[in-house]
C-alpha cells in the first residue's frame, strides 16, 4: 500500500512539472505542500524554502526581500498582512505586474481537506498582442478595447468562482451521501414534513419501526402512510408542532402491536416562520416491556415492606385466636356456643389463607423463562383444568400460533391461565363453554385470550376486576384471583385487558414474544466457581446431560484456558469468584471471543451487582435443579 502511494505521488509530480504554469500548494496549517518545477524556475526560490513543510510566512518574506514585490516599506507589517489574508483564504483571480516587467495572472482555489492550490500564468505575451492590437487597430475605440479588458478579467474570475462553486457542489453532494448513509442506519424513523403534511425527506425506516408501512414514503401524505388509526393518535401532536410546539410521547400502533415513541420538531425558518416538522420515531416495545416488569417488581417490593410486618402480627393473632376458640369448643355448654366457635374458628383460617395469598403475592419471585414446547404446555394445562369444570362447562383450545419454541416461564403461566378458566367457569354456572385461543400478534406478542358464555363483565368490574379485594363472589371470592393474574403478567413486562364479546367475558392475556433457540446438549463447557462442593454438583448437572466439562475457581484461570481451549461452547459462571475480578470481568473479556457466556449467583435479584450483570450476560438465581439449568442455558 506505501509503495502504491509513493508511486502515486511520484507520478503526480512528474505530471505538475510538465505543466508550463506554476503551480503552489499549502495545507491548512499555512505549509507548503509541493512546488512544481515552473514555480521554482519562475519565482527563482532556492531549496529550503520550496521543500515540503516550509512555513506559507518564510515563502511570502523570501520573495518580498528578493523584490519580487518592489519597495516594500515595513516588511515585517506586509508579511503579517498576506499571513492574515491566508488564514482567511478566500478563491481569487488577480493580475500583477512583477518587479521584472513581467504580467502575471494568479488564481487561488480552495481544497476540499483544508489548503489551497494557487496557479500563476506568465501572460507578458498576451499583454503585448493587446497593446499592439490597440496600438495599430484605428478602428477599435479605447472605450471598446477597455470593456473587452474588462470583459476578460471577468471571464476569468467568472471561471474561478464557477471552479469553486464546481467543487463545493462537490463537496455538498459528498456530505449529503453521508448523512443519508448515517440515517439509514440508525434504528429510528428519521422525517421531514412539510406544512402541507407531505414527506419532504424519509430515511425509509418506516416499515421497520411500524411495520405493515411502505418502505418509500417520500412525497406521499403523512395520513397515507401511517393509516387512520395511527394518524389520529399523532394528529394533535402534529398540529401543534406546525403551531411550533415541539413534543415527545408515546402510543400503542394497533395495526402492527408494537410501542412507539415519537418526537415532533418545528422546523423554524430564518424568519422564524415554521416551514415544516422534523419526525424522529422510534420502537420502545422490548425498553417498554421491560420497563413495566421493573415498575411491578418494584411494586412487590414496596407491598411486601408494607405487609410483612402487619401480616406477621395478623398471623400470631389469628393463632392465638385459634389456639383459644380450639380450647373452648369441648368446653361449650350447647349447641348455639358450638356453633359460634366454629364460625370463629372459620374466619380464622379464612384470614389466614388470605394472608397466605398476599404473601404468594408479594414474596420475592423472579421470572425464569425457558424453553417452552407450547403445545405439551397447553395438553398439560388442559389435563389440570378440565377435572375442575362441570359436566355441563366444555373446554375449547384453539391453537392460532406456532408450537414454538419459546421463552416462557410455565409455572407463572400456568397458574395464571388455569385462573382464568375457573373464573370463566364461575361465570358460566352449570353449562356453557371456556374457550382458550392461543396466538401471536405479528413479532411482539404471545396472545392468550380466554372466554366464556356467561353473562360478561359489568361496568364496575371492567374498571376495578383487576384491583386486589374486588369480587363479585360475596364471602366465597377472596379478590386476589385477577390481581395475581395482573401481577404476574406484568412482571413479565406483559398486558392484560378485560372486555366483553357478544358470547360473554374475555379477557386479554399478552406476553413478549421470544423465541427460544434449540439448547445445545453437547460441547465444551468452561464452568468457573470459587466453591468446590457447589462447582461438583453443578458439573454432575452438565454431564449428566450431555456437556463436557472443565472447571476454573477465578477469573484469571477461566482467561487462561479460554486462550488455550478454542473449542469451548459456552462460559458458565458464578459472579462472585476468588480474587478481586468477578464472573461479569470474566464475560467482558471473553465477549471479544464472542464465546456464549451466562452467570449465576445467590446475591437477592434487587441488588446492584444483580442488575450490573443482566447487563453483561443471563442471570440464574441459585439453588437451581437441573431442569431449570437447562431451561436457562436455552
Known amino acids: 500500500m506505501g509503495h502504491s502511494q509513493s508511486r502515486a505521488d511520484t507520478l503526480m509530480l512528474a505530471s505538475m512539472n510538465l505543466i508550463q504554469q506554476a503551480i503552489s500548494v499549502f495545507d491548512q496549517d499555512l505549509q507548503v505542500v509541493t512546488f512544481n518545477r515552473p514555480m521554482v524556475k519562475m519565482f527563482d526560490i532556492p531549496a529550503n524554502i520550496a521543500r515540503p513543510g516550509a512555513s506559507f510566512e518564510s515563502v511570502i518574506r523570501w520573495l518580498v526581500e528578493n523584490g519580487e514585490y518592489g519597495e516594500v516599506g515595513?516588511?515585517?507589517?506586509?508579511?503579517?498582512?498576506?499571513v492574515e489574508l491566508a488564514r482567511a483564504f478566500e478563491p481569487h483571480y488577480m493580475e500583477r505586474t512583477r518587479a521584472n516587467g513581467r504580467v502575471i495572472s494568479v488564481e487561488g482555489t480552495p481544497l476540499p481537506q483544508g489548503g489551497w492550490v494557487t496557479v500563476y500564468t506568465d501572460i507578458t505575451r498576451t499583454k503585448q498582442q493587446d497593446q499592439m492590437l490597440r496600438a495599430r487597430s484605428e478602428e477599435l475605440s479605447e472605450l471598446v478595447l477597455s470593456r473587452s479588458e474588462e470583459l476578460a478579467a471577468t471571464n476569468r474570475k467568472l471561471e474561478a468562482t464557477n471552479a469553486a462553486l464546481e467543487e463545493t457542489k462537490q463537496q455538498l453532494t459528498e456530505i449529503e451521501a453521508r448523512t443519508r448513509l448515517t440515517t439509514e442506519m440508525m434504528p429510528a424513523h428519521i422525517a421531514h414534513l412539510g406544512t402541507d403534511q407531505i414527506y419532504t425527506y424519509s430515511n425509509r425506516r418506516l416499515s421497520a419501526v411500524m411495520p405493515g408501512r411502505p418502505g418509500n414514503v417520500l412525497g406521499m401524505r403523512f395520513?397515507?402512510?401511517?393509516?387512520?388509526?395511527?394518524?389520529?393518535?399523532?394528529?394533535?401532536?402534529?398540529?401543534?408542532?406546525?403551531?411550533?410546539?415541539a413534543s415527545v410521547f408515546e402510543f400503542t400502533d394497533e395495526d402492527s402491536a408494537r410501542r412507539i415513541r415519537v418526537a415532533l420538531t418545528p422546523d423554524r425558518g430564518p424568519d422564524d416562520l415554521i416551514r415544516g416538522v422534523y419526525i424522529l420515531s422510534m420502537d420502545i416495545t422490548e425498553e417498554t416491556q421491560a420497563r413495566v416488569a421493573l415498575q411491578q417488581t418494584r411494586r412487590r417490593q414496596m407491598a411486601a415492606q408494607l405487609t410483612s410486618g402487619l401480616a406477621h402480627d395478623f398471623s400470631n393473632l389469628l393463632t392465638v385466636i385459634l389456639?383459644?376458640?380450639?380450647?373452648?369448643?369441648?368446653?361449650?355448654?350447647?349447641?348455639?356456643?358450638?356453633?359460634?366457635?366454629?364460625?370463629?374458628?372459620?374466619?380464622?383460617?379464612?384470614?389466614?389463607n388470605l394472608l397466605n395469598r398476599i404473601a404468594d403475592m408479594t414474596r420475592s419471585r423472579s421470572p425464569r423463562p425457558q424453553s417452552t414446547d407450547l403445545e405439551r404446555f397447553l395438553n398439560d394445562l388442559v389435563i389440570l383444568a378440565r377435572p375442575s369444570l362441570p359436566d355441563g362447562v366444555a373446554l375449547k383450545l384453539n391453537v392460532l400460533a406456532e408450537k414454538g419454541p419459546y421463552l416462557l416461564d410455565p409455572g407463572l403461566l400456568q397458574d395464571s391461565l388455569l385462573n382464568l378458566i375457573l373464573n370463566a367457569r364461575?361465570?358460566?354456572g352449570d353449562s356453557g363453554q371456556v374457550t382458550l385461543t392461543v396466538s401471536t400478534v405479528r413479532d411482539t406478542w404471545i396472545e392468550f385470550l380466554v372466554g366464556d358464555t356467561g353473562q360478561g363483565f359489568t361496568e364496575e368490574a371492567l374498571d376495578h376486576a383487576l384491583d386486589p379485594f374486588f369480587s363479585t363472589k360475596g364471602s366465597e371470592g377472596t379478590g386476589l384471583g385477577l390481581a395475581m393474574v395482573y401481577d404476574m403478567t406484568k412482571t413479565v413486562g406483559g398486558d392484560i385487558k378485560l372486555s366483553n364479546t357478544e358470547l360473554g367475558g374475555q379477557v386479554t392475556l399478552r406476553l413478549p414474544l421470544r423465541h427460544a433457540r434449540a439448547t445445545p446438549q453437547t460441547g465444551l463447557v468452561l464452568l468457573v466457581e470459587d466453591n468446590a462442593a457447589i462447582r461438583e454438583d453443578i458439573r454432575i448437572m452438565l454431564t449428566e446431560t450431555g456437556y463436557s466439562v472443565i472447571e476454573a475457581s477465578s477469573?484469571?484461570?477461566a482467561r487462561v484456558l479460554a486462550r488455550e481451549l478454542p473449542q469451548i461452547a459456552l462460559v458458565l459462571s458464578d459472579i462472585q469468584l476468588l480474587g478481586h475480578?468477578?464472573?461479569i470481568d470474566l464475560l467482558r473479556d471473553l465477549s471479544h471471543d464472542h464465546i456464549p457466556g451466562f452467570l449465576m449467583t445467590s446475591l437477592p435479584p434487587g441488588s446492584p451487582v444483580w442488575s450490573e450483570a443482566q447487563q453483561t450476560a443471563p442471570v440464574l438465581s441459585k439453588p437451581f435443579t437441573k431442569t431449570e439449568l437447562m431451561a436457562f442455558l436455552a
Open 223 to 245: 395520513a397515507d402512510a401511517l393509516g387512520a388509526t395511527a394518524y389520529g393518535r399523532i394528529r394533535p401532536n402534529l398540529l401543534k408542532a406546525l403551531e411550533g410546539t
Open 581 to 583: 475480578e468477578t464472573g
Open 555 to 557: 477469573a484469571a484461570e
Open 74 to 82: 515595513d516588511v515585517d507589517e506586509f508579511v503579517k498582512a498576506r
Open 426 to 428: 364461575d361465570a358460566c
Open 323 to 352: 389456639g383459644m376458640q380450639s380450647k373452648l369448643l369441648p368446653l361449650a355448654p350447647d349447641d348455639r356456643a358450638e356453633r359460634l366457635i366454629n364460625g370463629t374458628l372459620a374466619a380464622a383460617r379464612r384470614g389466614g
